[in-house]
């Protein structure tokens, strides 16, 4: 029979929304713990904390668990899975689920670590979980909890040694176990994995012959994964029959679904590269949505939609990419997870929305989106700085060179702010040095004052000169546009030059000045080094048709149609192909059907795996009351957005905070049209302790009570695995639906950040739909 040493017999006695741990034998307090914060330490505060389920679709693995439950065996090996497929957030979750169902499995723990190793502070609290539970485990898992925990002590700083024992570990397990195909999959992964720690792969095809091995036991295993990322940079084509396996093996990972996209990118098969990350948005969206996640939560959620857009751009489906492109922009942002300042959607949805209308000269839509919350200004001097490039070049492009002169102005304005803080940072590190200077005990020479100075100033300098250098290339660059469409054309293609203009543009503006053997020559060794694309090659049929040579004209008009399937024919650099058309008798749509490849495997129709655009779901009902017994429901809101704060309970301090920081803010959000209702785990007393405790006069809106926890568990603002609540704050609109959410172990403290994201989210939902015509397919 196990010695139960989880947590040992602790009792955990609730006083006011707190929890002090005691040990049974002596009644002495062990901790403190917050709450909403987990029982077990700070690495199971984050993370999912709602129940798994066994989902279908995650891969083949068969990892034999020591478990007296045969369902935490299912977790684990579906945690497996997800590993494979680098879909570790709900990894952790079927892990954590195994442990639930049995808390002295240690391999539980060792998956909650492998799912959290680019954290880890999280995957040492992890990992020291499944040591103390090792006598439960078998000799095979206690080999993989040693590797993995010998690898997460050992010195970060000796890479190379750290990542040759973790390999010779998992090498050991198979010289034992030679059967482990799972072993043979994580070891392929640690091959290729060892470059980051300056081990080169000394021979591609040895990783591959392992991964062999593999698929001789289990041919559709997830590790197709692995082979994708081996032969990614080094010999694509050989990935082939994986690319076409890959999203098979587990079609219910989104991630899975993307990898082989690499492999069809990089040998310009564009129109297959889309679909596999078509299929993989659809998937991420899907799941999304069914389990209250927020988008950028998922790992590489981001940078599939964006690299997606890349490739419908390269096709041609303009439409299509203008939507998922809009899409991202409207996805929620949070401080955490998505913002204008990191990479996550936000930043991803204006940057590939402004590439893919540059791209198809779409001037009047970027004019028009600008004036949205889609491509509005910000506070973001990159993406300021950006949009001003983008706007500039349309109004110019339409003519429009008082509109186009006035972005010129702003980005002035701009360059002048920024040297006036370059100066103001020079000048302060200059007197601080100077400072130091004065205080030290020894005084440095003269020459090495100098120096001191110097390189601080130098210092200071650097850390605008990249924002400097961006506004310069955006004035250069829109004074290059202004002189070659209005004034001087051979002065603007220098100008363009300057900015560091990208090809096909640089070709473009040759031909607009009249250069047009030079940019024959410049877009002709383009096209030739980007196969696949639709733009250039349209570009280049065009300037060669204006350019007289027809022949040449009527060649790239033909290798364009054996790309034309997906386009989308109504838009400027496409119709401007119609004189060749016309010359070939080919009416107005001549576009070739596109035939799907013998090669990319057993592909599901797209819409089974999910929507193509993520879409809000709906809020649970629900009917509460308040301290004096009146009745407050959702439904009563409808029509009006609505805040909704869980928190738990008078005695929680951090709760009192919460409320105290939102309530003064209750004003400017009832200015903006938004209501706020706090639910709370107390009964009716308990809310009246809690209005009792505002110290400001009435409290600005009503606090209702779910002393059941339905709605808690409803929203998900409930710890399943221990039975606790989570604190929540939940943004619904007119219609009922879950525009942002925050649950956490800790509340949400930045009202004004909510009350900034409602007045983005609900601009972009009341914006009569900026489109293209609906493309001719």
Same mark, same amino acid.
């Given at each position: 029979?196990?010695?139960?040493?989880?947590?040992?017999?602790?009792?955990?006695?609730?006083?006011?929304?707190?929890?002090?741990?005691?040990?049974?034998?002596?009644?002495?307090?062990?901790?403190?713990?917050?709450?909403?914060?987990?029982?077990?330490?700070?690495?199971?505060?984050?993370?999912?904390?709602?129940?798994?389920?066994?989902?279908?679709?995650? +891969?083949?693995?068969?990892?034999?668990?020591?478990?007296?439950?045969?369902?935490?065996?299912?977790?684990?090996?579906?945690?497996?899975? $997800?590993?494979?497929?680098?879909?570790?957030?709900?990894?952790?979750?079927?892990?954590?689920?195994?442990?639930? /169902?049995?808390?002295?499995?240690?391999?539980?723990?060792?998956?909650?670590?492998?799912?959290?190793?680019?954290?880890?502070?999280?995957?040492?609290?992890?990992?020291?979980?499944?040591?103390?539970?090792?006598? #439960?485990?078998?000799?095979?898992?206690?080999?993989? /909890?040693?590797?993995?925990?010998?690898?997460?002590?050992?010195?970060?700083?000796?890479?190379?040694?750290?990542?040759?024992?973790?390999?010779?570990? !998992?090498?050991?397990?198979?010289?034992?176990?030679?059967?482990?195909?799972?072993?043979?999959?994580?070891?392929?992964?640690?091959?290729?994995?060892?470059?980051?720690?300056?081990?080169?792969?000394?021979?591609?095809?040895?990783?591959?012959?392992?991964?062999?091995?593999?698929?001789?036991?289990?041919?559709?295993?997830?590790?197709?994964?692995?082979?994708?990322?081996?032969?990614?940079?080094?010999?694509?084509?050989?990935?082939?029959?994986?690319?076409?396996?890959?999203?098979?093996?587990?079609?219910?990972?989104?991630?899975?679904?993307?990898?082989?996209?690499?492999?069809?990118?990089?040998?310009?098969?564009?129109?297959?590269?889309?679909?596999?990350?078509?299929?993989?948005?659809?998937?991420?969206?899907?799941?999304?949505?069914?389990?209250?996640?927020?988008?950028?939560?998922?790992?590489?959620?981001?940078?599939?939609?964006?690299? !997606?857009?890349?490739?419908?751009?390269?096709?041609?489906?303009?439409?299509?990419?203008?939507?998922?492109?809009?899409?991202?922009?409207?996805?929620?942002?949070?401080?955490?997870?998505?913002?204008?300042?990191?990479?996550?959607?936000?930043?991803?949805?204006?940057?590939?929305?402004? $590439?893919?209308?540059?791209?198809?000269?779409?001037?009047?839509?970027?004019?028009?989106?600008?004036?949205?919350?889609?491509?509005?200004?910000?506070?973001?001097?990159?993406?300021?700085?950006?949009?001003?490039?983008?706007?500039?070049?349309?109004?110019?492009?339409?003519?429009?060179?008082?509109?186009?002169?006035?972005?010129?102005?702003?980005?002035?304005?701009?360059?002048?702010?920024?040297?006036?803080?370059?100066?103001?940072?020079?000048?302060?590190?200059?007197?601080?040095?100077?400072?130091?200077?004065?205080?030290?005990?020894?005084?440095?020479?003269?020459?090495?004052?100098?120096?001191?100075?110097?390189?601080?100033?130098?210092?200071?300098?650097?850390?605008?000169?990249?924002? /400097?250098?961006?506004?310069?290339?955006?004035?250069?660059?829109?004074? +290059?546009?202004?002189?070659?469409?209005?004034?001087?054309?051979?002065?603007?293609?220098?100008?363009?030059?300057?900015?560091?203009?990208?090809?096909?543009?640089?070709?473009?503006?040759?031909?607009?000045?009249?250069?047009?053997?030079?940019?024959?020559? #410049?877009? +002709?060794?383009?096209?030739?080094?980007?196969?696949?694309?639709? #733009?250039?090659?349209?570009?280049?049929?065009?300037?060669?048709?204006?350019?007289?040579?027809?022949?040449?004209?009527?060649?790239?008009?033909?290798?364009?149609?054996?790309?034309?399937?997906?386009?989308?024919?109504?838009?400027?650099?496409?119709?401007?192909?119609?004189?060749?058309?016309?010359?070939?008798? !080919?009416?107005?749509?001549?576009?070739?059907?596109?035939?799907?490849?013998?090669?990319?495997?057993?592909?599901?129709?797209?819409?089974?795996?999910?929507?193509?655009?993520?879409?809000?779901?709906?809020?649970?009902?629900?009917?509460?009351?308040?301290?004096?017994?009146?009745?407050?429901?959702?439904?009563?809101?409808?029509?009006?957005?609505?805040?909704?704060?869980?928190?738990?309970?008078?005695?929680?301090?951090?709760?009192?905070? #919460?409320?105290?920081?939102?309530?003064?803010?209750?004003?400017?959000?009832?200015?903006?049209?938004?209501?706020?209702?706090?639910?709370?785990?107390?009964?009716?007393?308990?809310?009246?302790?809690?209005?009792?405790?505002?110290?400001?006069?009435?409290?600005?809106?009503?606090?209702?009570?779910?002393?059941?926890?339905?709605?808690?568990?409803?929203?998900?603002?409930?710890?399943?695995?221990?039975?606790?609540?989570?604190?929540?704050?939940?943004?619904?609109?007119?219609?009922?639906?879950?525009?942002?959410?925050?649950?956490?172990?800790?509340?949400?403290?930045?009202?004004?950040?909510?009350?900034?994201?409602?007045?983005?989210?609900?601009?972009?939902?009341?914006?009569?739909?900026?489109?293209?015509?609906?493309?001719?397919?």
């Amino acid at each position: 029979m196990r010695s139960n040493n989880f947590l040992h017999a602790v009792i955990f006695l609730v006083s006011g929304g707190i929890v002090f741990a005691q040990d049974a034998t002596d009644q002495k307090p062990v901790k403190e713990i917050l709450a909403g914060h987990s029982s077990h330490g700070e690495a199971f505060n984050e993370g999912p904390r709602q129940a798994a389920y066994l989902m279908p679709g995650t +891969g083949t693995v068969r990892f034999p668990t020591t478990t007296t439950n045969p369902e935490a065996e299912k977790f684990v090996e579906q945690g497996v899975g $997800q590993l494979h497929g680098f879909w570790f957030f709900e990894a952790e979750r079927s892990f954590r689920q195994a442990a639930m /169902i049995d808390p002295e499995c240690a391999i539980a723990y060792w998956g909650m670590a492998m799912a959290n190793q680019v954290n880890e502070d999280r995957a040492k609290g992890f990992i020291s979980e499944a040591v103390k539970r090792i006598d #439960q485990a078998s000799d095979r898992e206690t080999q993989y /909890i040693h590797a993995l925990n010998a690898y997460l002590e050992a010195d970060p700083e000796k890479k190379k040694k750290r990542a040759q024992d973790y390999t010779k570990a !998992l090498e050991r397990i198979i010289y034992e176990y030679p059967e482990d195909i799972e072993a043979k999959a994580l070891l392929a992964l640690q091959l290729w994995k060892n470059r980051s720690s300056e081990i080169p792969i000394a021979s591609h095809l040895a990783v591959d012959a392992l991964l062999q091995q593999v698929f001789a036991a289990q041919p559709m295993h997830p590790c197709h994964h692995y082979r994708i990322h081996l032969w990614d940079y080094e010999k694509p084509e050989v990935a082939i029959t994986s690319a076409a396996r890959c999203g098979q093996t587990s079609p219910n990972i989104a991630h899975m679904w993307h990898m082989p996209g690499h492999i069809f990118s990089r040998l310009h098969r564009y129109n297959d590269a889309a679909w596999q990350q078509e299929a993989s948005a659809r998937v991420d969206h899907a799941h999304m949505m069914k389990d209250q996640v927020l988008p950028d939560q998922i790992n590489n959620f981001a940078h599939n939609n964006e690299w !997606l857009i890349r490739n419908l751009i390269h096709v041609g489906r303009v439409q299509d990419a203008v939507d998922l492109a809009k899409n991202m922009i409207e996805l929620p942002r949070h401080p955490k997870y998505n913002n204008l300042g990191n990479r996550g959607s936000s930043y991803y949805g204006r940057l590939r929305l402004f $590439q893919v209308l540059r791209t198809f000269e779409l001037w009047d839509l970027l004019i028009e989106l600008s004036d949205t919350p889609y491509l509005d200004a910000t506070d973001t001097l990159k993406e300021q700085v950006k949009r001003l490039r983008f706007l500039g070049t349309a109004h110019f492009h339409k003519g429009d060179d008082e509109s186009g002169d006035k972005q010129l102005s702003l980005l002035d304005g701009l360059l002048e702010e920024q040297q006036m803080k370059q100066d103001k940072a020079v000048k302060e590190a200059e007197e601080e040095a100077q400072t130091e200077i004065k205080k030290a005990e020894e005084k440095p020479s003269k020459e090495e004052q100098e120096k001191s100075i110097k390189e601080a100033r130098e210092k200071a300098a650097q850390k605008s000169e990249q924002d /400097i250098s961006a506004i310069e290339k955006a004035i250069l660059s829109l004074e +290059g546009y202004r002189q070659l469409l209005i004034k001087d054309p051979e002065e603007g293609i220098a100008l363009l030059r300057k900015a560091n203009e990208s090809e096909p543009w640089l070709s473009q503006a040759e031909a607009k000045a009249g250069n047009m053997e030079t940019a024959l020559e #410049q877009l +002709g060794k383009w096209v030739d080094e980007n196969p696949g694309e639709v #733009q250039p090659l349209a570009m280049l049929a065009e300037i060669q048709w204006e350019a007289g040579n027809q022949d040449d004209a009527i060649v790239s008009f033909k290798r364009l149609r054996e790309l034309s399937g997906p386009m989308d024919m109504d838009v400027p650099v496409f119709l401007r192909l119609k004189p060749i058309a016309e010359k070939l008798e !080919l009416g107005s749509d001549w576009r070739l059907a596109y035939r799907v490849p013998d090669d990319v495997g057993k592909r599901p129709n797209l819409d089974e795996l999910g929507p193509f655009r993520w879409q809000p779901t709906a809020a649970p009902d629900w009917e509460l009351k308040d301290a004096t017994g009146t009745s407050y429901t959702l439904r009563q809101f409808r029509g009006q957005p609505l805040i909704v704060i869980f928190y738990l309970g008078y005695g929680c301090l951090h709760c009192a905070e #919460q409320l105290e920081a939102f309530a003064p803010m209750a004003e400017a959000f009832a200015e903006a049209d938004v209501q706020l209702i706090a639910i709370s785990t107390d009964d009716q007393k308990g809310l009246k302790n809690s209005l009792d405790n505002y110290k400001n006069g009435t409290f600005p809106f009503p606090l209702v009570s779910n002393a059941d926890l339905d709605v808690f568990k409803a929203y998900r603002a409930y710890d399943d695995f221990e039975k606790v609540t989570l604190h929540g704050t939940f943004l619904i609109d007119r219609e009922g639906m879950v525009r942002w959410q925050d649950t956490s172990f800790e509340p949400f403290m930045e009202p004004k950040f909510v009350l900034k994201e409602y007045l983005r989210l609900f601009g972009q939902q009341q914006l009569t739909t900026l489109a293209l015509p609906t493309p001719v397919r």
